[in-house]
């Protein structure tokens, strides 16, 4: 039997709640929605949350919603899923890439200050950073909370005042996540939160801006239901609008999971725990680290090979595990190294080494709530038993191994 990388956990009460909304009559636009938008907001803690249809379409309202556009820069990383620079490149903005922490593997503050110290001037008429070659002004900054950790929020906020920047949190993979007893998305001006199968709370396809802002959040709303007036008129369109409107299935849905999100959450850090006790001790490989005064929402278990080839050694290792019914995934690739964003020479010459190394080491393990023991156990066991044969042969014996094995 086959274990896979994620599976939603889906109960009799999302079936009862979905069933409730198909017997409603009403599919779209309907109780459901607002009910799960202020739901959703009472849990994070903002004012206002608007539900989209993924997470992708949260993001991009953001980006309009701020003011964000053609040839503005925005300060973000290169190590996310691609969906957190399209969201710019869809307004002609354009990524500005810094690098990551190598240990947390989120946007560097102190990377960023360097960067702003080297490559932007302070433009006074404007109160724009300015990029000194191409004269584009810096208008945002876009953290990605990757794999559930929250971003330093404290530096991020304070750089953002500075150089006054908005701030829009990728929020997608850490619904829950806390920096020092504070809620990621409450920190922005605006963040967007998704509820893909493989995310924490899921809705089948779906996302949620949140924001204190009532213009922001008035904005995203009219942003996602064709650009129509907020005074209710159905056929008065005032802006460019999408259709980005969430379903009331989706909304039910997303409803029964938001009830018990606490237990999802729980089952999740207990699988967590279990692969730490069980993965620790291989000389090869780095488990995710804990921060003193952030709580991780667990989205994947990102575990990094540490050896002189890690990418050869993390071909062989999956290999092998899907040799044994086992999955697991090489993410993230570094954005800028995709071909879409090679082919259009985003990236500058700016060295991102701690991105281009975390994209060559890191693997995602099977995790999910409902992860039996047994799975949990057969994937550490074979792990720590193909890391060994890999020890011993040649191509891969690395100076980490063998001095582990004197
Ligand atoms: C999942 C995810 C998104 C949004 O994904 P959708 O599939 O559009 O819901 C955005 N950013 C990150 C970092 C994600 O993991």
Not at 235 to 253: E, I, P, T
Not at 279 to 293: A, M, Q, V
Not at 300 to 326: D, Q, S
């Amino acid at each position: 039997m086959t274990i896979p990388l994620s599976m939603p956990d889906i109960g009799q009460r999302e079936i009862e709640c979905v069933t409730r909304a198909l017997r409603s009559g009403q599919l779209s636009l309907g109780p459901a929605v607002e009910e799960f938008e202020s739901k959703f907001a009472a849990y994070v803690g903002t004012r206002h949350a608007v539900a989209t249809n993924s997470g992708t379409s949260a993001l991009h309202l953001c980006v309009k919603a701020l003011g964000i556009g053609c040839d503005d820069e925005v300060l973000t990383s290169s190590f996310s899923f691609p969906a957190s620079v399209n969201c710019l490149l869809y307004e002609h903005a354009l990524p500005a890439f810094v690098d990551i922490d190598p240990e947390t593997l989120n946007l560097s503050p102190a990377e960023v200050r360097k960067m702003l110290a080297r490559e932007y001037r302070w433009d006074a008429a404007q109160q724009r950073a300015v990029n000194r070659q191409s004269g584009r002004r810096l208008k945002a900054i876009l953290p990605v909370h990757v794999f559930g950790l929250p971003c330093e929020m404290g530096p991020i906020l304070e750089i953002a005042r500075e150089f006054n920047l908005s701030v829009i949190e990728d929020a997608c993979e850490a619904i829950g996540a806390e920096w020092y007893g504070r809620r990621v998305g409450t920190f922005g001006d605006a963040a967007a939160f998704a509820f893909y199968p493989n995310k924490q709370l899921t809705t089948g396809e779906g996302g949620m801006i949140v924001t204190d802002n009532p213009r922001v959040a008035s904005v995203c709303r009219s942003l996602r239901n064709q650009g129509r007036g907020e005074d209710g008129e159905w056929l008065l369109h005032v802006r460019l609008g999408f259709n980005y409107r969430l379903s009331d299935l989706h909304c039910a849905l997303g409803l029964a999971q938001l009830e018990r999100i606490e237990e999802l959450l729980t089952a999740r850090e207990r699988l967590a725990a279990g692969y730490a006790e069980r993965l620790s001790g291989i000389p090869e490989l780095f488990l995710p680290p804990r921060r003193p005064n952030a709580k991780r929402s667990w989205f994947v278990y990102p575990v990094r090979l540490g050896a002189a080839e890690p990418r050869a050694l993390r071909a062989r290792l999956m290999a092998r595990l899907k040799e044994r019914g086992i999955a697991s995934r090489a993410y993230f690739g570094a954005i800028h190294r995709q071909p879409y964003f090679e082919a259009i020479q985003l990236s500058t010459n700016r060295p991102l080494p701690a991105t281009e190394s975390a994209s060559e080491s890191c693997l995602a393990l099977p995790f999910f709530p409902s992860m039996s023991h047994e799975q949990l156990e057969r994937v550490c066991e074979a792990v720590r038993e193909i890391l060994r044969e890999a020890r011993s042969a040649a191509p891969y014996a690395t100076g980490l191994a063998r001095a582990a094995a004197v």
